[in-house]
């Protein structure tokens, strides 16, 4: 995965989706995402959740560095 290049994709499909599903229907499969990739106890995406459920989005092939980068661009996002 390229590190500007899956940035660049989400953005454009963003749209797309947002009226495809509707406000309400794109939160919503947001938030199903979030819950398919986040650790359960903690309720948030840990590098360990992020790594394990991977493979749901054929993305097993991720490399450790590219997976910690997806968790700082996270962080970075709330802040």
Not at 5 to 29: Q, R, V, Y
Request: with cysteine; hydrophobic share 45%; proline share 1%.
């Amino acid at each position: 995965m390229a590190g500007g290049k899956a940035a660049a994709e989400f953005e454009d499909l963003l749209p797309m989706m947002a009226d495809k599903l509707g406000g309400e229907g794109l939160i919503s499969e947001l938030c199903n995402g979030f819950r398919l990739l986040m650790d359960t106890e903690k309720e948030v995406i840990t590098f360990e959740s992020l790594k394990k459920n991977s493979a749901l989005l054929e993305l097993q092939d991720l490399r450790d560095d590219e997976l910690l980068s997806m968790i700082r661009e996270g962080i970075r996002d709330l802040v």
